[in-house]
């Protein structure tokens, strides 16, 4: 049998938007407790396989199996439920909320209290929320309005709102996109040492390449909705195709 058990197993994935071929046949197996990195060039179609993963997307082709469970075809709200987890972008309405009224809000959502907060469950909430900002290392900015964040914080509070809802397959489309080199490297170092010390899988898309070779521990190469070659950082690194393709320029 296998060394590692998957936690995901994507059979034969392809998915068309119209008459073009996003992605052409896209088999993966990722092992519990992996921290994979999805790269490639733009136009790969690596947001497009991140969102057939959380169930985004309709006429998706092939068979996805999470945690033994044939999920195919699922809706978000369902894999989310068996454990898939994605950050989703702070809403314009959320940018004048603070920090701590967010994590609040993702509390709620996660838990699907929405009806009455009793003042014991806010309480409750409340703690939990402060708990997770001080995890992501933003307590000392609860009060403040996510929209005086830096880029880099809010990319944290994204990431402490996603691991609210305890998914054990965490889904990161470009989570340092726009950050500095420094805030790059901080931002997923705080991630791994979060997934490590919860046992979640990750899977991510990452243009910075030393990120992705401190962060992953194994890397999927995407070329124009095919994989072009997978292997640890430092074979894919080595990979002469993958060099020509994408590291070359
Ligand atoms: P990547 O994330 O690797 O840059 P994407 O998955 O975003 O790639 O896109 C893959 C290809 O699919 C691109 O050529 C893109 O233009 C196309 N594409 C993505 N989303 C849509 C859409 N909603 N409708 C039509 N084409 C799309
Ligand atoms: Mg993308």
Redesign the pocket.
């Given at each position: 049998g296998q060394v590692m058990q998957a936690i995901l197993s994507a059979r034969h994935i392809r998915k068309s938007?119209?008459a073009?071929v996003?992605l052409r046949d896209i088999s993966l197996d990722i092992p519990r407790g992996e921290r994979h990195a999805l790269i490639?060039p733009?136009?790969?179609?690596?947001?497009?396989f991140i969102a057939c993963v959380a169930g985004q997307l309709s006429g998706v082709e092939g068979q996805m199996l999470f945690k033994d469970e044939n999920v195919t075809a699922l809706p978000p709200a369902a894999l989310a439920r068996r454990g898939i987890g994605r950050t989703f972008q702070i809403s314009r309405a959320f940018l004048q909320m603070t920090v701590l009224e967010n994590m609040m809000a993702a509390h709620v959502i996660a838990s699907g209290q929405w009806a009455s907060l009793s003042r014991r469950i806010y309480a409750e909430r409340s703690g939990q929320a402060c708990a997770m900002l001080e995890t992501v290392g933003l307590a000392d900015r609860a009060r403040d309005r996510v929209a005086d964040l830096s880029l880099g914080d809010r990319k944290r509070l994204e990431f402490g709102m996603a691991l609210v809802g305890e998914p054990d397959l965490l889904l990161l489309d470009e989570p340092t996109a726009g950050m500095s080199i420094k805030e790059r490297h901080a931002l997923m170092e705080m991630v791994a040492a979060r997934v490590d010390a919860e046992g979640r899988t990750l899977i991510f898309?990452e243009h910075d390449i030393d990120v992705v070779m401190k962060i992953a521990q194994r890397v999927t190469v995407?070329v124009r909705g095919a994989v072009l070659a997978a292997g640890t950082p430092s074979e894919i690194k080595a990979n002469d195709e993958v060099q020509a393709v994408y590291l070359g320029g």
């Open positions: 938007y119209g073009f996003a490639g733009n136009g790969a179609g690596k947001s497009t898309v995407m």
